[in-house]
């Protein structure tokens, strides 16, 4: 059986110049208010890790699967999502 990495290592994501389709609203709400960094554990895909040197998420929108949990996962509703403009975001390789 593949691994879940090895299956999202085939998708391709085509990024829209200058507009990233997945951000932090305030860095400052993850590190004053988040104690549980739930973000870094609800997305499938890895978009968002935790950086205890620069104490902020840091958000690899490129890995994104556009799922949807980001937009109803965050407790404090400090991630901003939206869904990229057509042709550009995830596109599968198998659908």
Same mark, same amino acid.
């Given at each position: 059986?593949?691994?879940? *990495?090895?299956?999202? %290592?085939?998708?391709?994501?085509? #990024?829209? *110049?200058?507009?990233?389709?997945? #951000?932090?609203?305030?860095?400052?709400?993850?590190?004053?208010?988040? *104690?549980?960094?739930?973000?870094?554990?609800?997305?499938?895909?890895?978009?968002?890790?935790?950086? #205890?040197?620069?104490?902020?998420?840091?958000?690899?929108?490129?890995?994104?699967? #556009?799922?949807?949990?980001?937009?109803?996962?965050?407790?404090?509703?400090?991630?901003?999502? %939206?869904?990229?403009?057509?042709? %550009?975001?995830?596109?599968?390789?198998?659908?």
């Amino acid at each position: 059986m593949e691994k879940l *990495t090895d299956k999202l %290592f085939t998708n391709r994501y085509v #990024e829209d *110049t200058g507009h990233a389709h997945v #951000e932090i609203g305030n860095q400052d709400v993850c590190r004053d208010r988040c *104690t549980g960094k739930y973000c870094n554990y609800f997305c499938p895909a890895g978009v968002y890790e935790w950086d #205890e040197d620069k104490q902020q998420n840091i958000v690899s929108f490129g890995n994104c699967v #556009e799922c949807g949990a980001c937009a109803i996962g965050c407790p404090y509703d400090n991630i901003i999502c %939206f869904t990229p403009r057509g042709g %550009f975001g995830v596109q599968f390789k198998n659908g």
